[in-house]
């Protein structure tokens, strides 16, 4: 979607998300109790470097020093922003004083690169210095490059998000494409960066449902990015090696904790790491960074008993958006159209565009009740799923 389109599209659905004023203390209040942001933990003598180098990153990515804030002291060093917004991350990129544009990279397509728009890495940084949660680096991971490197990887899972188009299973086994699958086993001849990139140059040879679709999304955006952009063989060669490590390479890139909420709790599954991205908790209303694996569950008794609507397992995008994996809207979803589509499948709308007429608009109260977790009486689950710092820690 073009910037223009999009702006447009964002103050259409702006009466849907100003939230009252009781609301958004309550969500300021919590994201300022975490003191988050991006906090490095090691020796004095790294840290007054570490503050130099950050510094001079942030004002290569147009990052003013006049939104964000410092604190260093026993052995930790904290970059915050000064004001972070009543809304989280949602709307950084339209608040003026960031100053936020979208960036163009290109992919591989079918028979050259195709240049995409998509989430800057100022935006990114950004989110990760806003105070509702906290990222930190510590060890060998208390390094410039790793801060570096992970947003690079959260704008490669990105953008291979911006422009899918799968076919939804809706009750019917998933089909893949047989030249590298045996129903979701990659054959042994098979290589695996083929078969990753062949999701996106061959969309129509699968479907597939959402907790599959992120999980493929996020392994070609990893691969991608050690592949092609970083040129690190050895890396991709590692995680291709840990991805077969029990020989179901789409098994387990999560780790067990994210799955916390569902009862009964298997401790043995709570305790188990995942392949690629590891667990962030608590994480604040409203908070989320580009590349996040975010979870929604279907509260309606009803409707979560339909086959592939128990909840939906969501990218964020930023922009206010999560991925559209079957272009069902567009190819993205804002933040409202998210937590609608999802209280709206208890009316039997289970396509945003076929049954549209079904659909029932929530009020901002709503939308902020929904917008919370299960127990609270919402949808979002506090959990976040994020790449590790490849090279930096173990994985």
């Not at 309550?26 to 470097?49: H, M, P, R, W, Y």
């Not at 709790?265 to 709570?270: P, Y």
Request: negative net charge; aromatic residues 12%; glycine residues 8%.
């Amino acid at each position: 979607m073009s910037q223009s389109v999009h702006c447009e599209h964002i103050f259409m659905n702006l009466r849907s998300i100003i939230f009252s004023l009781f609301i958004l203390t309550q969500a300021t209040s919590l994201a300022a109790q975490t003191n988050g942001g991006v906090i490095f933990e090691c020796g004095s003598d790294k840290l007054n470097q570490l503050k130099g180098q950050l510094n001079a990153y942030q004002q290569d990515l147009g990052i003013d020093t006049s939104v964000y804030k410092v604190h260093q002291g026993e052995g930790r060093l904290r970059v915050s922003l000064k004001n972070p917004s009543v809304y989280g991350t949602l709307y950084l990129r339209w608040d003026p004083q960031y100053g936020i544009t979208e960036e163009r990279i290109s992919l591989p397509g079918k028979e050259a690169l195709l240049e995409v728009e998509t989430v800057s890495k100022k935006e990114i940084l950004l989110a990760l210095m806003h105070e509702g949660r906290e990222t930190i680096f510590k060890g060998d991971a208390c390094h410039i490059d790793a801060l570096k490197e992970h947003i690079q990887i959260r704008q490669m899972i990105v953008a291979w998000s911006e422009h899918l188009h799968w076919s939804f299973p809706d009750g019917e086994p998933a089909q893949w494409n047989r030249r590298y699958w045996d129903q979701g086993n990659l054959k042994p001849k098979a290589s695996l960066d083929e078969a990753m990139r062949d999701f996106f140059i061959n969309p129509d040879k699968c479907s597939l449902g959402c907790y599959t679709a992120t999980k493929i999304v996020i392994i070609q955006g990893i691969l991608d990015y050690f592949r092609r952009i970083k040129k690190d063989d050895a890396m991709a060669d590692a995680i291709i090696k840990r991805l077969k490590s029990d020989d179901d390479v789409l098994v387990g890139i999560e780790p067990g904790a994210m799955w916390s909420f569902q009862k009964p709790i298997n401790l043995d599954e709570q305790k188990r790491l995942g392949k690629l991205l590891k667990i962030q908790t608590r994480v604040a209303p409203m908070n989320f960074i580009p590349g996040d694996w975010v979870y929604f569950v279907n509260t309606d008794k009803d409707s979560s008993e339909k086959d592939g609507y128990e909840g939906s397992n969501s990218i964020y995008m930023g922009r206010a958006s999560f991925d559209d994996f079957y272009n069902d809207n567009e190819h993205h979803y804002l933040y409202n159209e998210k937590i609608q589509n999802i209280y709206n499948w208890r009316n039997g709308v289970f396509s945003r565009s076929r049954d549209y007429h079904r659909m029932q608009t929530l009020s901002a109260d709503q939308l902020h009740q929904f917008g919370l977790s299960p127990e609270e009486g919402g949808f979002l689950i506090k959990n976040r799923a994020i790449p590790y710092f490849f090279g930096f820690e173990p994985f």
